[in-house]
């Protein structure tokens, strides 16, 4: 008797994420996890407060599926206020389940079988996967380290007549870059000149270091082209709680929205509420506390891993570091991570898992720095002891 296959092909070259595997370890070895991006401190006490009202005063039912009316509003008010765009809170904005589900609900909504999607690469590690789904072909652009900048006449070189978006993601996870205004300019005359869409990953708008963030949907002619992506997670530290959003033209928001009901139904009601109180009480200042916050941290990692024997360069954005181990190691990156972790204490990952190569075909790994100063002093000091040993 013949069987039939009982899994589907699309996800048969699918893995586990390397980033929560690497947390696994991390909790088998008792390591420092350097390795996924979340913090290891409270969230601002304002929006624990919202929430815990919300539910005290019985907001535990269904959302409007698309997000609340406060969020919404708040969101309105914030892309005015931050970016002077004008942002219709009915027909244009989608609050869904994390910036991960975001971006599943705009490919599956907008992107066709045989398309295919510009992937800049390295890259966060569910956007290929997320390409597949919609049975079309994620087309890897690499960008070259150490820099890592956006060439425009080379990103061109890989626009095909089935060129349907480009994702782009700043600030940049894992590179920390924050692409430049003549960056994007480059981007966005390539979507112009071939009718292309672009999904913009601005998860980390309110983190960078240096330069400034520039959403792509306020350039010329890129408001109608351009699906914007963001969320709370990383900017309120508040990564469980799941909350991404959605700013797209009217037309492409109806039909997001339709896959996101179906895919979700909607965002958890009362965290929707203590994030829009927060939006709504916090300052200027809070940002800029936040940025300076983890510009320390920053430095406290960055000098433990340059004086642990690590090649790297400090990121202009988001809370990862690049790390070339090549001098420590000629280990495959998945090993060494995992013998990082075993014989310094502190675990990051492999930096395979970021680009469109075999696994251990790397000589990079990636670290987070979303942690308290003194557990980035600790791990540096690991990272110290375990070069010294080496040497």
Same mark, same amino acid.
């Given at each position: 008797m013949t069987h039939k296959p009982r899994t589907a092909r699309r996800t048969r070259l699918f893995t586990e994420s390397v980033i929560r595997e690497m947390t696994r370890v991390a909790q088998e070895c008792g390591a420092l996890n350097l390795a996924q991006g979340f913090p290891d401190f409270p969230a601002p006490q304002v929006i624990k407060d919202a929430a815990c009202q919300a539910i005290q005063e019985d907001i535990n039912q269904y959302a409007i599926t698309w997000g609340s009316p406060r969020y919404r509003d708040a969101l309105v008010r914030k892309y005015r206020e931050w970016y002077g765009m004008e942002v219709n809170g009915e027909r244009e904005i989608t609050v869904t389940c994390g910036a991960t589900e975001a971006m599943a609900s705009i490919m @599956?909504? %907008? &992107?066709? !079988?045989?398309?295919?999607? &510009?992937? @800049?690469?390295?890259? /966060? =590690?569910? /956007? #290929? !996967?997320?390409? &597949?789904?919609c049975e079309a072909t994620p087309v890897f652009h690499r960008l070259e380290p150490p820099e890592f900048r956006l060439d425009a006449a080379r990103l061109e070189a890989d626009v095909t007549p089935r060129t349907r978006a480009i994702i782009l993601n700043t600030p940049?996870? !894992? $590179? #920390?870059?924050?692409?430049?205004? =003549?960056? @994007?300019? #480059? %981007?966005?005359? &390539?979507?112009r000149r071939h009718d292309i869409l672009a999904f913009t990953d601005e998860i980390y708008e309110h983190i960078y270091y240096e330069g400034e963030h520039i959403p792509l949907? $306020?350039? !010329?002619?890129?408001?109608?082209? $351009?699906?914007?992506?963001? #969320?709370?997670?990383? $900017? /309120?530290? %508040?990564?469980g709680w799941r909350l991404g959003t959605i700013v797209a033209p009217a037309d492409l928001t109806d039909e997001i929205r339709k896959v996101h009901d179906f895919l979700t139904v909607g965002a958890p009601a009362p965290l929707q509420e203590g994030v829009a109180a927060a939006m709504n009480a916090l300052g200027p200042g809070f940002y800029e506390e936040l940025k300076q916050s983890y510009l320390a941290k920053r430095e406290v990692l960055y000098q433990g891993l340059r004086e642990g024997g690590f090649r790297c360069s400090a990121p202009e954005g988001a809370y990862y570091i690049m790390a070339d181990f090549s001098d420590l190691s000629d280990q495959d990156d998945d090993t060494f991570s995992r013998s990082l972790a075993r014989d310094a204490g502190v675990i990051p990952v492999p930096g395979s898992s970021f680009f469109n190569v075999q696994a251990g075909d790397s000589t990079y790994v990636r670290f987070v720095f979303c942690k308290k100063i003194d557990s980035l002093e600790t791990a540096s000091e690991r990272l110290r002891a375990y070069a010294r040993a080496g040497a």
């Open positions: @599956l909504a %907008v &992107i066709n !079988p045989g398309d295919e999607v &510009i992937v @800049l690469e390295p890259f /966060y =590690e569910n /956007y #290929g !996967p997320d390409a &597949i789904l940049n996870n !894992p $590179t #920390g870059r924050v692409f430049d205004r =003549e960056e @994007l300019e #480059g %981007v966005a005359d &390539i979507c949907a $306020t350039l !010329p002619d890129m408001r109608e082209r $351009t699906v914007t992506v963001s #969320g709370a997670s990383k $900017t /309120y530290s %508040v990564t």
